[in-house]
């Protein structure tokens, strides 16, 4: 998954519930809902089975925002998506999130989340920030929803 110049950030989270359970509320309460942050998530398109194709517009100033798809699935054990059009807003040459869903036994799950990102030029600072302060927050709330984190 690795490129050269690219950075790769990992989160991870406990939840106690089955990874076919902690797929579904991520995909219903994480990517359709934002987990109940703000700017509130426009789901431009549903797409399959499993949330494949799927496309979430996260508007940040008026009609300046991020697009993002899932592009891959393997349910119930992983999901890849991109973000379709990097910007001043989000300056990235390449971005790549795949959530993995680890099952740690009956009714627990980890959650390891990896993001591999190109930050343009002098702009590696703010993606960075951007990342560190969204994910980790999705992450807990989504142990939250699931019941509550390990």
Aim: with cysteine; hydrophobic share 40%.
């Amino acid at each position: 998954m690795v490129a050269k110049k690219n950075m790769v950030i990992q989160y991870t989270q406990y939840c106690q519930k089955t990874r076919e359970l902690v797929w579904s509320t991520w995909i219903d309460y994480v990517w359709e809902k934002g987990a109940g942050l703000g700017p509130r998530v426009q789901l431009e398109n549903p797409g399959g089975a499993r949330g494949c194709g799927s496309t979430r517009w996260i508007p940040i100033l008026k009609k300046t925002g991020i697009r993002e798809k899932i592009i891959s699935v393997n349910y119930p054990r992983r999901l890849i998506y991109t973000v379709k059009n990097p910007s001043w807003i989000f300056p990235v040459n390449f971005h790549l999130g795949q959530v993995d869903f680890i099952p740690l036994g009956p009714g627990h799950t980890r959650v390891l989340w990896t993001i591999e990102i190109q930050p343009r030029r002098a702009r590696g600072w703010l993606v960075k920030s951007f990342i560190r302060l969204i994910i980790p927050r999705y992450l807990k709330r989504l142990a939250r929803e699931c019941g509550r984190s390990l």
